[in-house]
Structures are given as structure tokens and as C-alpha cells.
């Protein structure tokens, strides 16, 4: 059994020092060292030796393997280094090329419309409120003049979560529910930014989430045509002083009368293109007097009180300004796209 050991010891590292690579190693290893390999029998088989050969082939045994395990540890360091030399012979790195450019964060297209917009609107004596995301049943449809079962509520199509009652608000629309209910009876002019979600087929033309600016004054004796000279003052200051605009009938439950309002397109110039799909017309806002019952809900006295509200998408007005054909882009997170602006 000794001169067994030996000869193994030999053999083995004679057929290391023709291992001319890592595959060649691995395999080497496996042969000689693995749980399979004819070491491992010898030293699992001393059970079955003498008393008197058990103690020398077990200390041979132990030599054999340390010295293939050192040698093999050598064998290895010595490929190693020698891919390295390669490696740095073979593959140079040119120094003198110009290296990549960093790339730099920018504000992103829709939050550089909403700081313009905020802008806008403060010049014209308007303040920013923050209401919350997550809302209940009540304040995004009940209040709002849209009782249970009431059919507009199939127009937002709605992300309910387990808990009964409890939704992603669909509209910014509750926020005017909360800051009338917080300032009541004191003058209101605010606008009310944020996002909202609805469960609906994510198409090149609509999102499950967007932004929104809603926008509510409430005050004595504010009429229609309030309503209609602030918003023609903000068009001018977003799209150009020359702009054109118009109003057109439309319905909202919790407005009346309601309008939706167009700008004449600032790409053709009124004429028709394919951006304001030959109309000439663009839309960029939906409004109307606040409904009597939601002022009521507000805590305003609709005898005594009036208002008016609108609501702004703000992609779909970076979209129009800058004649993006897909609204995905904005989430997707290209820079080819993002550093455009």
C-alpha cells in the first residue's frame, strides 16, 4: 500500500505539470483529490488495514494529500499569473482616447411643465395645496355630487384596495373637499397638484398614473366669466401672449355649467396638422362653476357663495408643447428621451 502512495504521488504530479490551463486543472483536481479519487478510497479503506499498517499508511496517506494539495495551490498561482501577463500583453488600453462623458441629471419633462405652471399660477395670486393620494370612497366621488351607484362614477376607472372604502384618488378633485373644509367660510384661490391613478390600458395615449393641477376659487359673487378671463390670462402666460383660445360646452358632476377649453394649436398655427389632428384646436383643460351641492359639502353656503374650478394634465400638455407621441415615455426612463430637455 506504501509503495502505492508513492507511485500515485508521482503520477499525479507528473500529470500536473502537463495542466495547461483552468479546465485542465479542475480536472486534475477531481482526479486526484475529489471524493472519488483513489486517495480518498486508500484513506477510507485504513478501517479495513491491520493494526500494525494502519498508523504508516494513514501518516503516508496525509503526506500524499498535502503535498498534492501544495503543489496543486503552486500549479494554480503559476496559471494565474501567467492569464494576468498575457492579459496585460495582449490586451492594451489605449490612454490617449477622449473618455465617455458623464451624464447629468436634468429635471424631468413633466415636473419642469409643473414648476411652470406653479409659477404661473402664483403670479396670478394662487397657492399650492397638497392632498392626499390615498382617499376614501366619500371624498372622491360622494361629495362630489356622484353618490353610490351613481353612473359618472364608470368615468374613472378606479383602483380599489382591501380595505372597504379606501381607493387611489382618481382625480385631484378631493382636494377641494378638504381645503374648503379646512378654511371655510374664507375666500379660496388655490390650485391643487398631484398624482392620480386609474386602472386603465396603458396605451400610447393614456397612463395608469399622471399628473393633474385642479385648480378652485371660491369667493362672493364669482361668475363664468371669472372663470373664463383666468383662465385665458394663464393660457396666454403658458403658450404665448398671442395664443387663442375657446370654450366648449361639456358635462362634470361636480360643476355646472362645465367647458372644456381649447387653444388654437401653436404648431400649425390654427390650420391643422397631425398633432392637433386636423382641428386646429387643441384641449388642454376641463372647468365649470362649482356645483351648488359640493360647495354645500365644503361647507360653503351656496346661496351666498360661488366658484370655479379646473383641471390640467400635465403630460398632456408637455405632449402638446413639444409634440411627444407617446405618453409611456415619460415613465420609461430613456435618457435619449429624457435628455432632449
Known amino acids: ?71 496543486y495551490e503552486a500549479h494554480f498561482e503559476s496559471l494565474r499569473a501567467e492569464t494576468l501577463d498575457r492579459s496585460l500583453r495582449e490586451e492594451r488600453l489605449d490612454v490617449t482616447l477622449p473618455g465617455r462623458s458623464v451624464s447629468h441629471g436634468r429635471v424631468h419633462p413633466a415636473n419642469q411643465t409643473l414648476r411652470q405652471i406653479y409659477a404661473i399660477w402664483a403670479e396670478m395670486g394662487f397657492q399650492i395645496y397638497l392632498s392626499r393620494e390615498v382617499e376614501s370612497d366619500e371624498y372622491n366621488f360622494t361629495l362630489l355630487n356622484m353618490p353610490e351607484y351613481h353612473p359618472a362614477r364608470d368615468m374613472w376607472d378606479t383602483f380599489h384596495t382591501t380595505e372597504p372604502g379606501v381607493l387611489l384618488r382618481t382625480h385631484t378633485s378631493p382636494g377641494q373637499i378638504h381645503v374648503m373644509r379646512e378654511r371655510a367660510p374664507e375666500p379660496i384661490r388655490v390650485i391643487l397638484p398631484g398624482m392620480c391613478y386609474r386602472y386603465e390600458q396603458i396605451t400610447a395615449r393614456s397612463e395608469i398614473q399622471f399628473n393633474q393641477v385642479e385648480g378652485l376659487a371660491v369667493g362672493r359673487h364669482i361668475t363664468f366669466a371669472d372663470l373664463k378671463g383666468t383662465l385665458n390670462a394663464f393660457a396666454r402666460r403658458m403658450f404665448g401672449q398671442e395664443v387663442r383660445t375657446r370654450f366648449r360646452a361639456a358635462h362634470f358632476p361636480f360643476t355646472e355649467p362645465s367647458a372644456e377649453m381649447d387653444i388654437e394649436c401653436f404648431i400649425c398655427g390654427g390650420e391643422g396638422c397631425q398633432v392637433c389632428k386636423r382641428t386646429g384646436w387643441l384641449e388642454i383643460l376641463g372647468c365649470g362653476m362649482v356645483h351648488p351641492i359640493v360647495l354645500h359639502n365644503g361647507g360653503y353656503d351656496p346661496q351666498v357663495f360661488s366658484g370655479f374650478a379646473f383641471g390640467m394634465g400635465t403630460e398632456r400638455i408637455t405632449m402638446l408643447k413639444y409634440g411627444i407621441e407617446d405618453i409611456r415615455y415619460f415613465w420609461g426612463n430613456d435618457l435619449r428621451f429624457l435628455e432632449q430637455f
Not at 490551463?21 to 479503506?45: F, N
Open 1 to 71: 500500500m506504501l509503495e502505492r502512495l508513492t507511485e500515485l504521488e508521482d503520477k499525479a504530479l507528473a500529470e500536473l505539470e502537463q495542466a495547461a490551463g483552468q479546465a485542465d486543472l479542475k480536472a486534475w483536481k477531481v482526479k486526484y483529490l475529489g471524493r472519488s479519487a483513489e486517495l480518498a478510497t486508500i484513506t477510507a479503506g485504513l478501517r479495513d488495514l491491520s493494526k500494525e499498517e494502519r498508523p504508516a499508511v494513514g501518516r503516508r496517506a496525509n503526506e500524499v494529500k498535502n503535498a498534492l494539495e501544495k503543489a
